[in-house]
């Protein structure tokens, strides 16, 4: 017995939260955190200048349009009054107007080519007012008070000028008003998004401090650490969960790993050392040339085993990377069967076994032809090797649903339940094995070959014996599933 190299994981420790240490700080730009607050601080300073611009253009915008909207009515009132009764029409209905205007906010005056005011509670005409085409707004006096106008020209036939406008001076407060709060909403919303950059810093920061912290440890070798879940289940409990889900898997591939080392060390020590003894004997005793030959074909014998382990090994790896899959055709495997049912008859009539194939004439499958025929040699071998003289092995194929089951059935000491789970292990032996010839790796080839056709491998009670299914899909898009 030699020793077993099997490492003990150290205890698990609770997962930090801090991050890790003996790092150098990122740059500020290149820190992700920085710019998802930047992300951010972008995000909420255009919203809310959008929203600005909307509750502007809503409100003052609003208000201007409605007093050009007026002007433009009256205008057109006082110009069908010209078109009825001329300049003597005009000049009492500016006068009538001006008599009526409850809010005190109309602005006329109408003036000869020469400028004289005829109408109009201007004193004179604006000396800015040059053009027809735009609006004016402007400082202008009614009554002796100062006031804001906003006017607009319109030249009549034979020289005469008419300005018509509102009294604004009411709106312009009210743009200050609106100006003077947008103004402070904005500090406001600068506020607002300097705490709300450094919120979503320090947040993103702390959900990624324990994914950090987890993959260091990970890196200085304490592969029992795991990613913190928070709890919440949103994305970054999902990213939390696939990396402790990765984590997982790369853990038991390397015990596995580890397995598979303290299997081939313990289980090629004996054949090794049994070739190193015979050699050393023959060349110690043997006294003819014929002891010496014999001794030298026993060890080889003994190495040609160990070359066959690693053989199995290296071809268990090729099936499990998938590089055969290239090899994939639809084939009929009721040739494949009735030749390993002729192949290991003979071998069961040795030892006194009967094998009885049941299975159609013709059995559609896809896959790789030389790998199924491997896989159910070993099952063919396993069933014969463990059945006593005068029992039967059954080697049985049907479709159903779609899939190919093949089985095969033996009378043999079978395998305990709790040993199921772990038969297709690589070199894991039962102990009805132990005394068998064998490397426990051919369950774990059959189960690659499984694995690459997207099938599955199964293990029952065949009561008495064992019943292994091997089960394969048929349809080309369902290998390797």
């Not at 801090?18 to 919203?47: C, D, H, K, M, Q």
């Not at 409850?102 to 201007?122: E, F, H, K, S, W």
């Not at 070739?275 to 006294?287: F, K, S, V, W």
Request: charged share 25%; proline share 5%; hydrophobic share 50%.
């Amino acid at each position: 017995m030699g020793t077993d190299l099997t490492v003990t994981p150290p205890p698990a420790r609770q997962p930090r939260e801090e991050a890790p240490r003996g790092r150098p700080a990122l740059p500020l730009f290149r820190s992700a955190g920085v710019r998802f607050a930047l992300v951010y601080a972008g995000l909420l300073t255009i919203s809310a200048a959008a929203l600005a611009i909307f509750l502007w253009w809503a409100t003052a915008g609003l208000l201007d349009r409605q007093v050009q909207a007026a002007i433009r009515a009256d205008a057109r009132g006082l110009a069908e009054r010209w078109e009825e009764g001329g300049i003597p029409a005009l000049v009492l209905t500016i006068e009538d107007r001006l008599a009526e205007n409850v809010d005190d906010d109309a602005i006329y005056l109408l003036v000869t080519p020469l400028g004289r005011p005829l109408a109009g509670n201007l004193a004179r005409w604006p000396a800015a007012v040059t053009r027809t085409d735009g609006w004016y707004d402007l400082p202008v006096k009614r009554a002796g008070v100062a006031s804001i106008g906003l006017v607009h020209r319109y030249d009549l036939p034979g020289g005469f000028r008419l300005l018509v406008g509102r009294d604004v001076r009411n709106r312009v407060q009210l743009h200050r008003l609106l100006t003077d709060a947008l103004l402070w909403a904005i500090g406001v919303v600068a506020i607002m998004v300097t705490i709300g950059a450094a919120v979503v810093r320090s947040l993103f920061r702390r959900t990624l401090a324990s994914v950090s912290a987890t993959a260091t440890a990970i890196a200085a070798g304490d592969f029992t650490r795991r990613v913190r879940l928070t709890g919440r289940g949103d994305e970054f409990d999902q990213l939390a969960e696939t990396i402790n889900e990765m984590l997982d898997r790369i853990a038991r591939l390397m015990d596995g790993v580890r397995q598979v080392s303290n299997a081939i060390a313990h289980d090629l020590r004996t054949p090794i050392t049994r070739a190193r003894t015979r050699l050393e004997d023959a060349a110690i005793h043997a006294g003819t040339a014929e002891d010496l030959r014999a001794a030298i074909e026993r060890a080889t014998a003994d190495l040609d085993g160990i070359v066959a382990v690693f053989q199995a090994l290296l071809r268990i790896s090729e099936i499990e990377a998938g590089s055969r899959r290239s090899a994939f055709a639809r084939f009929d495997a009721a040739p494949v069967l009735a030749d390993l049912a002729e192949l290991y008859g003979a071998v069961a009539e040795e030892k006194e076994v009967a094998l009885v194939i049941a299975a159609p004439d013709h059995l559609p499958a896809y896959g790789d032809r030389d790998m199924v025929q491997q896989a159910v040699a070993n099952l063919l071998d396993n069933a014969v090797k463990f059945s006593p003289p005068g029992s039967t092995v059954r080697l049985e194929a049907r479709l159903a649903a779609g899939r190919l089951a093949i089985s095969v059935a033996d009378q043999g000491p079978g395998i305990p339940v709790e040993d199921r789970a772990r038969a297709a292990e690589r070199f894991f032996r039962g102990e009805a094995a132990r005394s068998t010839p064998g490397a426990g790796l051919g369950l774990a080839l059959v189960q690659a070959v499984a694995q690459l056709h997207g099938g599955e491998l199964t293990l029952e009670d065949a009561a008495p014996g064992l019943c292994a299914r091997l089960v394969l899909p048929v349809a080309e898009n369902a290998a390797g599933a």
